[in-house]
């Protein structure tokens, strides 16, 4: 059997584990040098999801899944494709999809921010890409909020996004931000990937091409997950 | 040629999205294998166990077969098991995994890997996930596995190993996780 393996973490696409200004990272991320492993069967397979079935309404934030109420907030739509680093869509992959609602909550015992709770906004979705890789979903426009990394501590809005793709290697967790936010500079999670051009990776593009009339404001967020080597190798047996 | 979107924290309220339904109980009365629990913590550089971690898992059935087209070995597969499990933590910081013992799969340079799970770990505070293996301590075949022989260290290479236990009648593996400090868990780039 050949093995196709997948491209290597782009270190300088991704922040370190430990980055001093967002104290939580310090005691949390390995202090010795990651053990370089070969890619093997167990790393370039991983869950597909490929029976999954997503229930009517996951892909919209909008509403209360119980009761079909509105949320309340600024929706918005959320398109993007799923690429991976030779620019291949990524078809039939899960993404699963958190925030804070329109006033910067979490509906979530450990959010104690004195902000209004939403009974019909969970802040919680999934959508699964299409064969061309695109994905889309309704939501509400998040919240800043605050938080207790240092004085005056606040997080831009932004909006928590889960991927699979093909291989256990491929695995990536996100968060995206909107062009304009004040706040973005001041952000030690946003400013802990090591460059300008991985930073700007993480903010979404306003779409008027996405934006529908009398009814919501467009945003396109691509994302790209890590390649496959071209050449395969005679792997195992 | 496209760069890698970058990694971020998962955060503390990744339950939200992660893990409201419970995702550890990844084998049923029908899968084939020798059915096990394996829990343990996860531990800071204080040694202190983390509640906000979520741990996910990805391993062969009972056979040494992937549920996924590229393992294209002649082993049956199991439909009765995806091989893939997540898990936030309870009131006492331990992540848990109902499962089955994986069968051995295909190394590189036809070599065949000892019994194995794939590991990765979120947590607040965690920029970007991190890789390890869960191995049998009590396994044979873990003297000539690759990976494993790969950590020079022999005390290293301890931190890879689950410890078998037993509860309730019920065979307990015990993976505590260090995320650094003194008995580090090794992490792999891969």
Same mark, same amino acid.
């Given at each position: 059997?050949?093995?196709?393996?997948?491209?290597?973490?782009?270190?300088?696409?991704?922040?370190?584990?430990?980055?001093?200004?967002?104290?939580?990272?310090?005691?949390?991320?390995?202090?010795?040098?990651?053990?370089?492993?070969?890619?093997?069967?167990?790393?370039?397979?991983?869950?597909?999801?490929?029976?999954?079935?997503?229930?009517?309404?996951?892909?919209?934030?909008?509403?209360?899944?119980?009761?079909?109420?509105?949320?309340?907030?600024?929706?918005?739509?959320?398109?993007?494709?799923?690429?991976?680093?030779?620019?291949?869509?990524?078809?039939?992959?899960?993404?699963?999809?958190?925030?804070?609602?329109?006033?910067?909550?979490?509906?979530?015992?450990?959010?104690?921010?004195?902000?209004?709770?939403?009974?019909?906004?969970?802040?919680?979705?999934?959508?699964?890409?299409?064969?061309?890789?695109?994905?889309?979903?309704?939501?509400?426009?998040?919240?800043?909020?605050?938080?207790?990394?240092?004085?005056?501590?606040?997080?831009?809005?932004?909006?928590?996004?889960?991927?699979?793709?093909?291989?256990?290697?491929?695995?990536?967790?996100?968060?995206?931000?909107?062009?304009?936010?004040?706040?973005?500079?001041?952000?030690?999670?946003?400013?802990?990937?090591?460059?300008?051009?991985?930073?700007?990776?993480?903010?979404?593009?306003?779409?008027?091409?996405?934006?529908?009339?009398?009814?919501?404001?467009?945003?396109?967020?691509?994302?790209?997950?890590?390649?496959?080597?071209?050449?395969?190798?005679?792997?195992?047996? | 040629?496209?760069?890698? $979107?970058?990694?971020?924290?998962?955060?503390? @309220?990744?339950? %939200?999205?992660?893990?409201?339904? =419970?995702? #550890?109980?990844? *084998?049923?009365?029908?899968?084939?294998?020798?059915?096990?629990?394996?829990?343990?913590?996860?531990?800071?550089?204080?040694?202190?166990?983390?509640?906000?971690?979520?741990?996910?898992?990805?391993?062969?059935?009972?056979?040494?077969?992937?549920?996924?087209?590229?393992?294209?070995?002649?082993?049956?597969?199991?439909?009765?098991?995806?091989?893939?499990?997540?898990?936030? $933590?309870?009131?006492?910081?331990?992540?848990? @995994?109902?499962? %089955?013992?994986?069968?051995?799969? =295909?190394? #590189?340079?036809? *070599?065949?890997?000892?019994?194995?799970?794939?590991?990765?770990?979120?947590?607040?505070?965690?920029?970007?996930?991190?890789?390890?293996?869960?191995?049998?301590?009590?396994?044979?075949?873990?003297?000539?596995?690759?990976?494993?022989?790969?950590?020079?260290?022999?005390?290293?290479?301890?931190?890879?190993?689950?410890?078998?236990?037993?509860?309730?009648?019920?065979?307990?593996?015990?993976?505590?996780?260090?995320?650094?400090?003194?008995?580090?868990?090794?992490?792999?780039?891969?």
């Amino acid at each position: 059997m050949e093995i196709k393996t997948y491209n290597p973490r782009d270190w300088r696409s991704h922040p370190p584990y430990s980055f001093k200004d967002y104290g939580s990272s310090v005691k949390r991320g390995p202090l010795k040098k990651l053990l370089p492993l070969k890619q093997t069967l167990s790393e370039i397979t991983g869950p597909l999801f490929s029976d999954i079935k997503l229930a009517p309404g996951e892909n919209d934030l909008t509403r209360s899944a119980d009761s079909g109420k509105e949320a309340m907030g600024e929706r918005i739509i959320v398109v993007g494709r799923v690429l991976d680093e030779d620019d291949r869509p990524v078809p039939n992959t899960l993404i699963e999809i958190w925030q804070a609602n329109a006033a910067g909550r979490y509906h979530h015992p450990v959010d104690q921010h004195n902000a209004p709770l939403d009974p019909n906004f969970s802040g919680a979705g999934r959508c699964v890409t299409n064969e061309r890789g695109e994905y889309r979903y309704l939501t509400i426009k998040p919240g800043a909020y605050p938080w207790l990394n240092h004085s005056n501590a606040w997080r831009p809005a932004h909006i928590h996004l889960s991927f699979f793709g093909p291989a256990f290697v491929t695995r990536l967790v996100t968060q995206f931000f909107f062009p304009g936010d004040p706040l973005i500079p001041l952000d030690p999670i946003f400013n802990s990937v090591p460059t300008k051009a991985g930073r700007q990776r993480l903010m979404a593009s306003y779409a008027h091409d996405v934006t529908e009339p009398e009814f919501a404001l467009g945003y396109r967020f691509d994302v790209v997950l890590r390649g496959r080597q071209a050449t395969p190798f005679e792997g195992p047996q | 040629m496209s760069k890698e $979107t970058p990694s971020q924290t998962v955060g503390p @309220f990744y339950s %939200i999205g992660m893990t409201r339904q =419970p995702m #550890n109980l990844m *084998a049923s009365a029908s899968t084939q294998g020798e059915r096990i629990c394996i829990e343990g913590q996860v531990l800071d550089g204080d040694g202190v166990p983390i509640p906000d971690v979520m741990v996910e898992i990805w391993q062969a059935n009972g056979y040494g077969r992937y549920n996924h087209p590229d393992d294209k070995q002649e082993k049956p597969l199991d439909k009765s098991f995806t091989g893939w499990g997540r898990s936030g $933590t309870d009131a006492k910081c331990f992540y848990r @995994f109902e499962t %089955i013992k994986p069968g051995p799969v =295909p190394g #590189n340079d036809g *070599a065949v890997q000892a019994p194995h799970i794939n590991v990765v770990i979120f947590a607040r505070g965690m920029l970007v996930h991190a890789f390890t293996r869960i191995y049998f301590a009590d396994e044979p075949a873990n003297g000539d596995d690759a990976v494993l022989n790969s950590v020079k260290n022999k005390a290293r290479r301890k931190t890879l190993l689950a410890q078998r236990g037993e509860r309730d009648g019920k065979i307990v593996y015990r993976f505590d996780i260090r995320l650094q400090g003194g008995g580090e868990t090794v992490f792999f780039d891969m």
